[in-house]
């Protein structure tokens, strides 16, 4: 586990220290899933999806689709 402060500016955002965007491979514009308990804050990186994964989904469900369409159709 490592530790590090960050200050909160007036307008309630803070900078993550770099070796935690090192560590976490974050970059400018990276998305953050964000849990508060009311006592403790959780963040989390918001990894984008894999495209090829998504893509083979999309194929996959057009498939079943006009799969339906053809036998809906007898």
Do not use: W, Y
């Not at 500016?9 to 993550?16: A, L, R």
């Not at 057009?62 to 007898?74: D, R, T």
Request: aromatic share 6%.
């Amino acid at each position: 586990m490592q530790i590090d402060i960050a200050s909160v500016t007036v307008k309630g955002q803070f900078t993550i220290p770099r070796k935690f965007c090192d560590l976490l491979k974050l970059t400018a514009g990276s998305k953050m899933f964000i849990v508060c308990d009311d006592e403790h804050l959780l963040l989390k990186p918001l990894n984008p999806p894999d495209f090829k994964t998504f893509a083979k989904v999309v194929r996959e469900a057009k498939a079943l689709s006009e799969k339906a369409k053809k036998g809906g159709g007898k």
